[in-house]
């Protein structure tokens, strides 16, 4: 069972960066995808990226395309959402997943993904 612990969310005015981390135990091979997924308040949670762990691939959501940026570090196991010039729309609670694979866009589907870090709140102030 892979266990995941976001960390990196606060406050921010619009126009501002802020950087989330994702530290994750459990894992067992380099066959996994890792990602953010957000949920604001009164909306359904919605994809934002995903990365493959083995070779980097990435792929985002359109809303935060040039703005994100996904990565990882194999050595710590962890995963980053760099996320600058921020909005108001962004802000929701963020989460950190994973689900088995190898390909970053095979699908942004919530329910292809296993297991869910706790969530980390991400507030942008206009």
């Known amino acids: 069972q892979v266990q995941l612990v976001e960390s990196g969310g606060g406050l921010v005015q619009a126009g501002g960066s802020l950087r989330l981390s994702c530290a994750a135990s459990g894992l067992t091979s380099s066959r996994y995808v890792m990602g953010w997924f957000r949920q604001a308040p009164g909306k359904e949670r919605e994809f934002v990226a995903t990365?493959?762990?083995?070779?980097?691939?990435?792929y985002y959501a359109d809303s935060v395309k040039d703005r994100f940026t996904i990565s990882r570090d194999n050595a710590k196991n962890t995963v980053s959402l760099q996320m600058n010039s921020l909005k108001p729309e962004d802000t929701a609670v963020y989460y950190c997943?994973?689900?088995?694979?190898?390909?970053?866009?095979?699908?942004?589907?919530?329910?292809?993904?296993?297991?869910w870090g706790q969530g980390t709140q991400v507030t942008v102030s206009s």
């Open positions: 990365i493959t762990w083995s070779s980097g691939s990435t």
């Open positions: 997943t994973v689900r088995r694979g190898t390909a970053a866009g095979a699908t942004r589907s919530e329910a292809s993904f296993a297991s």
